[in-house]
T-cell receptor, first 114, second 115 residues
C-alpha cells in the first residue's frame, strides 16, 4: 500500500482567506483524488487530480473555489479559496492502488474556518 | 449513478458480541465494493474489498463481508468485537470500468463498544 502524507494536519483560518493542502505519496501513482468530509457526514469526492492536465471536478465543485495542482506523479495540492465557515471540513487525499482497483487515504486535513 | 446506503447510523454492541453492519448498493453492473474504518482523528483504513469470485471475503482485524447480488448487499461482520473496534465504518462502491479507486461512500455507521 502507498504511504500518503498530508500537510497541514489541521488549521484554523479566517474567513475570506485561502488554504493550500499538500498531498505527498511515497510512490508514483496514476490517479489521485480529493474528498471532503463535512462534520458528521460521509466523504464526498471533490475532484480527480490529473497529472499534466486540469483536474476533473464533480458536480457541485468548481475550479475557482477548489483549484488543484498535480505537477508530478507523487504530489498534489488542493486550495480552498475565499473560505467561509461552511468550508469547515476534513479534506482527504486519496490515491489509486495497483491497477486502480483500490484506494488509499491520507490522514486528512481538519480545517476550521472562523 | 451509483449509490450506497448504510441504514444504521449508530450501533452499540458489547465487547465479545458479534457484529453485522449493513450496506446496500445501487449500481448497474457488478460493482467493486469496499469497507473502510475511520478511527477518531484518523484517516480511512481499508478493511476489505470485493471484485469478483468468492462472495465471502476476509479482511484485516478479523472482519469479513459477504456479497449478495440478489439483495444488492455487502454486509460487514465480525464474530467477536473488541473495544478497539469502536470507530466509524464506511461502505463504498467503485466503478468496474477501470476507475474502481474513484469511490462513492455511504453515510457511515458509528460503532460503539460497551465493556
Amino acid at each position: 500500500s502507498a504511504v500518503i502524507s498530508q500537510k497541514p494536519s489541521r488549521d484554523i483560518c479566517q474567513r475570506g482567506t485561502s488554504l493550500t493542502i499538500q498531498c505527498q505519496v511515497d510512490s508514483q501513482v496514476t490517479m489521485m483524488f480529493w474528498y471532503r468530509q463535512q462534520p458528521g457526514q460521509s466523504l464526498t469526492l471533490i475532484a480527480t487530480a490529473n497529472q499534466g492536465s486540469e483536474a476533473t471536478y464533480e458536480s457541485g465543485f468548481v475550479i475557482d473555489k477548489f483549484p488543484i495542482s498535480r505537477p508530478n506523479l507523487t504530489f498534489s495540492t488542493l486550495t480552498v479559496s475565499n473560505m467561509s465557515p461552511e468550508d469547515s471540513s476534513i479534506y482527504l487525499c486519496s490515491v489509486a492502488g495497483q491497477k486502480n482497483t483500490e484506494a488509499f487515504f491520507g490522514q486528512g486535513t481538519r480545517l476550521t474556518v472562523v | 449513478a451509483q449509490s450506497v446506503t448504510q441504514p444504521d447510523i449508530h450501533i452499540t454492541v458489547s465487547e465479545g458480541a458479534s457484529l453485522e453492519l449493513r450496506c446496500n448498493y445501487s449500481y448497474g453492473a457488478t460493482p467493486y465494493l469496499f469497507w473502510y474504518v475511520q478511527s477518531p482523528g484518523q484517516g480511512l483504513q481499508l478493511l476489505l474489498k470485493y471484485f469478483s469470485g468468492d462472495t465471502l471475503v476476509q479482511g484485516i482485524k478479523g472482519f469479513e463481508a459477504e456479497f449478495k447480488r440478489s439483495q444488492s448487499s455487502f454486509n460487514l461482520r465480525k464474530p467477536s468485537v473488541h473495544w478497539s473496534d469502536a470507530a466509524e465504518y464506511f461502505c463504498a462502491v467503485g466503478q468496474n470500468t477501470g476507475t474502481a479507486s474513484k469511490l462513492t461512500f455511504g453515510t457511515g455507521t458509528r460503532l460503539q463498544v460497551t465493556l
